[in-house]
């Protein structure tokens, strides 16, 4: 990933911020990525660590429209994911899904249990939320516009608890330095 792209991506993302009015705590930790896939633009994500606490994470994203986060899956992270602005598309599978057959599985949606059917696309509006339990593969991306999206977790282990469907998939992206940089990546401390 280009280190332009980055700041690109960095001055966007403080941009969207300052417009809804999200102020950010002191020394954020910024992590911005285009998952080694060489593409921000439709496979990228911003995302800032708030709080990473032995317990408990607490991330704020960013993502423009139709900038997918790839299908992935955590074996020891539960999270909930809140779309805090905009509008976010979900796809969501249960452990060992099969896509020609997809099955009705059950998600706790605004803190309620509801049935959903496999690879059906679930948005959520301003406000809602999802809780995605281990083992439940997601992608999720803004659709009509971009999305600040919040974050709250199990212990967060980004290295080592992310697993992707796609196998050139990586977390971090190798930077190309073309500029100096705006920030400084959570993967480069």
Same mark, same amino acid.
């Given at each position: 990933?280009?280190?332009? +792209?980055?700041?690109?991506? =960095? ?7 300052? %417009? ?10 910024? &992590? ?22 032995? +317990? ?11 900038? @997918? ?10 999270? &909930? ?5 905009? /509008? ?10 099969? %896509?020609? *057959? ?5 998600? /706790?949606?605004?803190? @309620? ?19 995605? +339990?281990?083992? %439940?593969? *997601? ?11 919040? +974050?709250?977790? !199990?212990?967060? &282990? &980004? ?8 196998? @050139?998939?990586?977390? =971090?992206? @190798?930077? !190309? ?5 705006? %920030? !400084? ?5």
């Amino acid at each position: 990933m280009l280190r332009s +792209e980055i700041n690109k991506a =960095y001055l966007a993302a403080n941009s969207c911020f300052a %417009v809804n009015n999200w102020k950010l705590p002191p020394n954020p930790k910024w &992590d911005i990525t285009d998952f080694g896939l060489g593409n921000f633009n439709s496979f990228g994500l911003v995302l800032i660590n708030l709080a990473q606490e032995p +317990e408990y994470c607490e991330k704020l994203m960013f993502a423009k429209e139709n900038q @997918e986060t790839p299908m992935h899956y955590h074996k020891a992270k539960k999270e &909930d994911i809140i779309c805090r602005n905009g /509008k976010l598309g979900l796809l969501l599978f249960a452990k060992g899904y099969d %896509v020609q *057959h997809p099955k009705m599985i059950n998600i /706790k949606l605004n803190g @309620e249990i509801k049935s959903y059917k496999e690879g059906s696309q679930l948005i959520l509006n301003e406000g809602e939320r999802i809780t995605i +339990e281990p083992l %439940v593969w *997601h992608s999720f991306k803004p659709i009509d516009g971009a999305c600040i999206i919040g +974050e709250i977790s !199990t212990f967060n &282990d &980004d290295a080592n608890d992310n697993f992707f469907e796609n196998p @050139e998939v990586g977390r =971090y992206p @190798e930077i !190309t330095e073309d500029e100096p940089p705006l %920030v !400084t990546l959570l993967s480069e401390k």
